[in-house]
T-cell receptor, first 111, second 112 residues
Framework: NAGVTQTPKFQVLKTGQSMTLQCAQD?????MYWYRQDPGMGLRLIYY???????DKGEVPNGYNVSRLNKREFSLRLESAAPSQTSVYFC??????????FGPGTRLTVL | SQKIEQNSEALNIQEGKTATLTCNYT??????LQWYRQDPGRGPVFLLL?????KEKRKERLKVTFDTTLKQSLFHITASQPADSATYLCALGDGGYNKLIFGAGTRLAVHP
């Protein structure tokens, strides 16, 4: 039981490049979330998926897209990376008691 | 707009003492409030959840209170240990799609 896994752990991009952050959970949870965390700020919700086949915008969705591929996987795509997207990205899933389980994070730097 | 405030300065305490962390919020009526622990370079880990109709919850050395009138939660760690040193995050839940709004966190350092 690996919980929530994320790949890659680290990534450096140049401005304008694209990439997809992968997330998977093996706990059979319906809801999944993508957050970004910046120094001195709380985790901010980018997108979430309440169930397989649905996605909705969070607080800071601009510049991102998501895909809920199946119940296990929820990916985050940056189509044209910008320096403002330098951050640590966390994926999470939620169980029936409202507890969220977080992955280890992806540290992204955009030059 | 919704706002959550946690002490931005680090809290330094001596081993064995009780650590008390504060979470204040405005312009929000959460269905529940959660506390998470985050160690450097790692994802947050859930600690406790308290719902709007509950005043206090305990788990081992942890205690959380929730005052919806004051719009405040207090998080206590009794008999603190150096291993409790971490950043503690407060998060408010909306009870709908269970989106969480996080505070910036308070760093706790427990000294031997």
């Amino acid at each position: 039981n690996a919980g929530v896994t994320q790949t890659p752990k680290f990534q450096v991009l140049k401005t304008g490049q694209s990439m997809t952050l992968q997330c998977a959970q093996d706990m059979n949870h319906n809801s999944m979330y993508w957050y970004r965390q910046d120094p001195g700020m709380g985790l901010r919700l980018i997108y979430y998926s309440a169930s397989e086949g649905t996605t909705d915008k969070g607080e800071v969705p601009n510049g991102y897209n998501v895909s809920r591929l199946n119940k296990r996987e929820f990916s985050l795509r940056l189509e044209s990376a910008a320096p403002s997207q330098t951050s640590v990205y966390f994926c999470a899933s939620r169980d029936s008691t409202d507890t969220q389980y977080f992955g280890p994070g992806t540290r992204l730097t955009v030059l | 707009s919704q706002k959550i405030e946690q002490n931005s300065e680090a809290l330094n305490i001596q081993e064995g003492k009780t650590a008390t962390l504060t979470c204040n919020y405005t312009n929000y009526s959460p269905a529940y409030l959660q506390w998470y622990r985050q160690d450097p370079g790692r994802g947050p880990v859930f600690l406790l959840l308290i719902r709007e109709n509950e005043k206090e919850k305990r788990k081992e050395r942890l205690k959380v209170t929730f005052d919806t009138t004051l719009k405040q939660s207090l998080f206590h760690i009794t008999a603190s240990q150096p291993a409790d040193s971490a950043t503690y995050l407060c998060a408010l839940g909306d009870g709908g799609y269970n989106k969480l709004i996080f505070g910036a966190g308070t760093r706790l350092a427990v000294h031997p």
